[in-house]
């Protein structure tokens, strides 16, 4: 199999059931999602040094990257006659997941910026994709048919990465970076509070 096909030399790209330019904005929506699958692939082989205390959150992370994949499939499909695949199950999933990782992590109080150890930087910079992606998403529903369901799992999943990155930082005794101007600006439970 030869990795080269020269088909998108003049610019286009093949989607399911159609070709458009490489610029358009759902090759931007996926492209973006593959973009986020390739940092969570990084945070992954950086977590992987101390497999057994994140040997959860390497299978949920693992688990994701296979979920973006078939979100990126949902938005590259153009067919005429396509079915939505997506489901609600995996969005719930994360949700609870959520709420282990926002009990686990030390109380919120201010802003945090990103950072803290290698892992948990790899997934802030994973997030903030993740919010592109959204944006994207959002951006071709304007213009195009797409699953709702694409556009809330992604919502979520930054939110997860958000909880998760703190996690790291806990679980390595490293503490958060704190924003220096930063109000206290988080009250009482850390419960659901994650970065938007």
């Known amino acids: 199999?030869?990795?080269?096909?020269?088909?998108?030399?003049?610019?286009?790209?093949?989607?399911?059931?159609?070709?458009?330019?490489?610029?358009?904005?759902?090759?931007?929506?996926?492209?973006?999602?593959?973009?986020?699958?390739?940092?969570?692939?990084?945070?992954?082989?950086?977590?992987?040094?101390?497999?057994?205390l994140f040997h959860d959150m390497i299978d949920d992370l693992e688990k994701v990257q296979h979920e973006l994949f078939d979100c990126g499939t949902e938005l590259s499909n153009v067919?005429?006659?396509?079915?939505?695949?997506?489901?609600?199950?995996?969005?719930?999933?994360?949700?609870?997941?959520i709420d282990e990782l926002i009990d686990e992590a030390p109380e919120l109080e201010?802003?945090?910026?990103?950072?803290?150890?290698d892992a948990s930087a790899t997934i802030h910079i994973a997030r903030t994709v993740?919010?592109?992606?959204?944006?994207?998403?959002?951006?071709?529903m304007k213009e195009e048919e797409v699953s709702p369901i694409a556009l809330k799992y992604v919502?979520?999943?930054?939110?997860y990465l958000f909880a998760a990155a703190r996690v790291i930082n806990a679980r390595l005794h490293v503490p958060d970076v704190e924003y220096a101007r930063s109000a206290r600006v988080f009250r009482g439970s850390n419960k659901k509070k994650t970065n938007e």
């Open 79 to 97: 067919s005429k006659n396509k079915k939505h695949t997506l489901s609600e199950e995996p969005i719930t999933y994360m949700e609870n997941k």
């Open 130 to 140: 993740a919010r592109r992606g959204e944006r994207m998403i959002v951006t071709l």
């Open 110 to 117: 201010k802003f945090i910026l990103p950072g803290g150890s």
């Open 155 to 159: 919502n979520r999943l930054s939110d």
């Open 1 to 52: 199999m030869r990795l080269y096909t020269k088909s998108g030399d003049k610019g286009q790209t093949s989607l399911i059931g159609g070709r458009v330019d490489k610029d358009n904005v759902r090759v931007e929506a996926y492209g973006t999602l593959d973009e986020l699958n390739s940092f969570i692939g990084k945070a992954i082989s950086e977590l992987q040094r101390d497999k057994e």
